[in-house]
């Protein structure tokens, strides 16, 4: 049976906004020094029904479960190995947030460290959560919250259904200790773009001192725009609410194409030009065909049944007509040209590729 010619077709989005609108500066700035913080522990999570970490193949489990048990005054018989089928042993993280308060409850994420199979229906024991500095900044502790599921047979057999060796347990941390914040600390405030831009950068700094008086804002780089701020705190909490509403226009942003290697998805940004360039695009297409015969000897001969195999090779070649980019082709016109040729994901990042080397393609592409 002869194949398919054509595979399923590329996806090709197109970024192209008719009219830019204005921001919020709070969504398309931040302030610095207001960020999130990283912290990690270790722990044990308890009640698991038999799913836990194999003690002869984790034996970093059993020690963490002695030492614990030696915090309460319990001493083990030495060179014993508790078989601890319902005990896991997991790392511990989550992000405290800017100007989180001792007391404040945090979400934390478990993950299973050895070979415990789930994670479903145990509890975490007290975990320290520590920052970079090796300070304790929250406690965590709580019973799991976990999506995934496994299920395993007698003979083998087994099911899985997402991650059952990770969880959550929402608000089962408890903030200790605050980050010193340097909001409050200085003269002035930067805002930092999260996608630097010469022109957006401009523009705020410009819509602030129309708005707070000249030489208020001053565009410091493409990145980030200092603003003179009141030192009283609560002035400077006001002075900010008033500024992250403030609207600006974003600069447009650089010709960009971008595509993905993996699911053959192509973006291609408003601002992309082509210069003038021809473009052919031909598929060759191979289909092999196999086929029994079966031979037999005839009624009084000797002889034996025989069964061979016929191969039938057909190739095919598309030959598609060439196309001519004009001066100065739009987006739309590429988007056009390119769906006439009918090119599959491959052969389309082919001509995307080919177009950047001979210098026709007026755009960055970036491959993911």
């Known amino acids: 049976m002869k194949q398919l010619q054509h595979g399923v077709m590329a996806i090709l989005l197109v970024l192209a906004a008719g009219v830019a609108h ?43 479960f002695k030492n614990m048990l030696a915090q309460f005054g319990i001493k083990m018989p030495p060179g014993s190995n508790p078989k601890l089928k319902n005990v896991a042993a997991v790392a511990v993280h989550a992000d405290l947030p800017p100007f989180a308060k001792p007391g404040q409850t945090i979400d934390v994420t478990v993950s299973a460290l050895g070979n415990a199979k789930s994670l479903r229906g145990g509890s975490l024991l007290m975990t320290e959560l520590k920052g970079i500095d090796g300070k304790v900044y929250a406690l965590a502790q709580g ?84 603003v003179a701020a009141p030192r009283d705190p609560s002035q400077r909490v006001t002075y900010m609410s008033v500024l992250e509403n403030l609207q600006v226009l974003p600069g447009e942003s650089a010709a960009k194409v971008i595509i993905n290697s993996r699911t053959g998805t ?40 025989v069964v061979t195999q016929q191969s039938t090779i057909d190739v095919q070649q598309e030959n598609n007509k060439m196309f001519l980019f004009q001066p100065g082709v739009t987006l739309a016109e590429i988007v056009q040209a390119v769906n006439q040729v009918g090119a599959a994901p491959g052969d389309l990042m082919a001509i995307l590729e080919a177009l950047k080397q001979a210098g026709a393609l007026r755009a960055e592409l970036v491959v993911i």
């Not at 799913?51 to 193949?57: A, E, L, M, N, P």
């Not at 599921?149 to 959550?168: C, E, I, M």
């Not at 030489?215 to 725009?225: E, F, H, Q, W, Y």
């Open 22 to 64: 204005a921001e919020r500066i709070k969504d398309i700035a931040y302030v610095s020094g207001v960020r999130s913080n990283h912290l990690v522990g270790y722990g044990l999570v308890m009640g698991l029904d038999s799913s836990g970490d194999k003690t002869s193949q984790t034996p970093f489990t059993i020690q963490t």
């Open 143 to 226: 019973s799991l919250v976990v999506g995934g599921l496994g299920v395993a047979g007698a003979d083998g057999s087994k099911v899985t259904v997402n991650v059952p060796t990770a969880g959550r347990i929402p608000s089962g941390g408890i903030v200790e200790r605050s980050v010193p914040s340097s909001f409050a600390m200085t003269n002035h405030l930067t805002l930092n773009l999260k996608s630097y831009d010469f022109t957006t950068a401009k523009r705020m700094s410009e819509a602030i001192n129309k708005l707070m008086g000249p030489g208020i804002a001053k565009a410091l780089d493409g990145g980030s725009v200092r």
């Open 266 to 305: 192509i973006v291609i940004g408003k601002n992309v030009r082509v210069s003038p360039a021809a473009v052919t695009h031909g598929s060759m297409v191979v289909s092999i065909t196999e086929e029994a015969e079966v031979s037999q000897p005839n009624a009084f001969g000797a002889g034996e049944t």
